[in-house]
């Protein structure tokens, strides 16, 4: 009889029909039960396609059944053909639900802040999360989720994520040598993303959130025509300068096709240590018009407080060390409308990307 690990190892060298990694990679392996009178193997793929799931089939038939005369049951689990909308356009990780970009119009408004206090959150909901550093001009991730010195684990041209506070973690800032520079130009942020998106091994994920460079650009325009982007969320200052950037973010969504979940004021107001009391110091509530124009909503009010800064520079984020203080809560409170939002988008259809593919001629 056939041992569990050798009927793994060749399951791991069928890849899975136009990507290039094996079917154990995606983990779409459900079950492998191994009996005296038979070998059932049941997998479960995001395809609807018959054609894939022959193909799979015929595959696994002819590498497992050389390796023994115990009758061989193969079961492919797929889901039920899509509606025509959610069926089109590209997607290189289908086994991620949701993706979620965290865009700003400029850089030190909190964006990667943001990022990551929300991935935590939604983590301690109890939801799957990754997130993934993009911003190829000032990756802080890592030092954030305090992982700046751990080395990520290398599988033949492939990267394991870093577990960090119950979440997925992969930075573009772990896999370029450390301080040198980066200096990019358009192609070279198109290629690198798309080999990040290609070579990282993320677990199967309910959301992957993205913490984008500030501004709108390549990296933009290349993942949303890469996967289809669940959400946008834009995250700003109360200053009326900081809301004219978030303007050109708003009107990036829009033309990439990304439905907005909504914007999240940082630094709004300052609570202070010592007495708990709010000040008001680059202004406050100043987005929630913004937010109407484009029909959508103020997702919450985040204000200036020592302990978010300090949690970013430690790699202790406030998410995590004072789980139930009122910033922590308003955290919870934005993923917890965070998510309904994804949920809403999902139920009316999903998102296709179709629209925005690049022009092949
Ligand atoms: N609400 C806040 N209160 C205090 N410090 C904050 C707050 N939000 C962000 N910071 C700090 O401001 C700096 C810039 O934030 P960061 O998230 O890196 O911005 P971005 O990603 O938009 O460039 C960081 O040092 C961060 O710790
Ligand atoms: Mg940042």
Known sequence: MPTKDVILTQLSKIIYPTFNKSIIDFDFLTSLEISETEIKITLTIPSSSDAIAQQLYTEIESRISVLSIIPLEINIIQPKAPKETSSQGKNVLPTIQHFLMVSSGKGGVGKSTTAVNLAISLAQQGKRVGLLDVDIYGPNIPRMM????????????NIKPIKAHGVQVM?????????????WKGAMVTQAIEQMLEDILWDKLDILLFDMPPGTGDAQLSLAQSLPMSAGIAVTTPQKVA?????????M?????IPIAGIIENMSGFICPETGKEYDIFGKSTTAPLAENYQTQLLGE????PAIREGGDSGLP????APNCETSLRYQSIATKVWSKLEEINAEGGVNNEKIQPTIF
Do not use: C, Y
Request: hydrophobic share 45%.
């Open 318 to 321: 406030i998410t995590i060390l």
């Open 253 to 257: 969504f829009k033309q990439l096709h």
């Open 146 to 157: 305090g992982i700046q010195e751990k080395q990520p684990l290398f599988l033949g041209k």
């Open 171 to 183: 930075s573009i800032g772990l896999l370029v040598a450390r301080g040198s520079s980066l200096i």
């Open 243 to 251: 809301l004219d950037d978030t303007i050109r973010s708003m009107d």
């Open 302 to 305: 985040i204000p200036i407080e």
